[in-house]
């Protein structure tokens, strides 16, 4: 591997690791809220990528610009699944049920997509689809970048509400003990709700960003679920920043191995890294206080 090769992959690699942060920081939001598996969070980032497409081909438009429609609507979707579906189940077998529920709720979007737009597999044509620019001997993809940039701007935003409203305490709160927070009149249950609706915001928004440079079809969420759950086990269950560290290591890792092995075999980085921490360390390497610490 020459040396302009290298910086190549390591710069697509940050890239493809901010991206990362952002589709698996909704996962993380369930599960430190709710003790939720959202096994559906992959069908709704596809879901919010066909949004994007179809309002593209209707208006001619940037598909970012979707986003003021998407953002809202996952929200509120988000808040009434958790009050109509996640509430209803039993606390003792919460997790184990999420899992179910949430893998029924993505086989209903993954039929839906299909019914209405078929199986044919949707990419979006824009303007700078296929320009790119050179960074120190590298040749970057400008919808990579703009997908990274829009990563990192909600990453910062939600960063921000976390740790500078009332609401991002009150929501920590419970991430960090939930009857703790109820003891000093933080309505649960509520802010609970809100915290899932925030989560599938993420995914509209990480939806939209993969859009712009991916090739999308009904059942392409089956791809993202797997190495999504891999980031944030290893990232520490329920820890934010744990999974955006994880998101960006794991990310420069496959985008090195690429080069070498392929595509395909690069993958298998996140499972052989979610194996790993099963056995050496469950709760995740960036887990413990790191966890408490957002």
């Known amino acids: ?68 429609i998407t953002v809202p609507l996952f929200f509120l979707v988000g808040v009434g699944m958790q ?31 299909g019914f209405v737009w078929s199986g044919t597999q949707r990419r979006i044509q824009l303007p700078y689809s296929g320009a790119s620019i050179e960074f120190f001997g590298a040749r970057i993809a400008v919808v990579k970048l703009v997908a990274f940039g829009l990563a990192a701007l909600s990453l910062a935003l939600l960063y921000l509400l976390m740790k500078h409203s009332r609401f991002g305490q009150a929501l920590r709160a419970t991430i960090q003990h939930r009857e703790a927070a109820q003891l000093v009149g933080i309505k649960t249950d509520r802010v609970a709700g809100y915290g899932f609706g925030l989560g599938l915001a993420t995914a509209a928004i990480g939806g939209t960003a993969l859009s712009l440079d991916a090739t999308i079809y009904p059942s392409l969420h089956w791809h993202w679920i797997g190495p999504l759950m891999a980031i944030i086990v290893v990232g520490g269950l329920g820890s934010i920043p744990g999974a955006a560290i994880a998101a960006m290591v794991l ?24 194996f790993a921490t099963l056995m050496l360390r469950p709760q995740g390497f960036f887990g413990g206080r790191l966890a408490q610490r957002f």
């Open 1 to 68: 591997m020459t040396g302009t090769l290298l910086f190549q992959s390591l710069v697509l690699g940050v890239l493809l690791g901010g991206l990362y942060a952002l589709l698996a920081a909704g996962l993380t939001l369930y599960f430190g809220v709710m003790r939720v598996v959202m096994i559906a969070h992959s069908a709704f980032l596809i879901l919010a990528a066909y949004l994007a497409w179809f309002f593209n081909q209707q208006t001619g438009m940037d598909p970012l610009l979707s986003l003021v």
């Open 83 to 113: 009050r109509l579906l996640i509430t209803r189940l039993r606390a003792a077998t919460l997790t184990m049920m999420s899992v179910l529920l949430t893998f029924a709720v993505a086989l209903f979007i993954e039929g839906m997509i």
């Open 251 to 274: 990310g420069i890792g496959q985008s090195l191995l690429q080069v070498p092995l392929g595509t395909t075999w690069a993958q298998t980085i996140f499972y052989v890294a979610l």
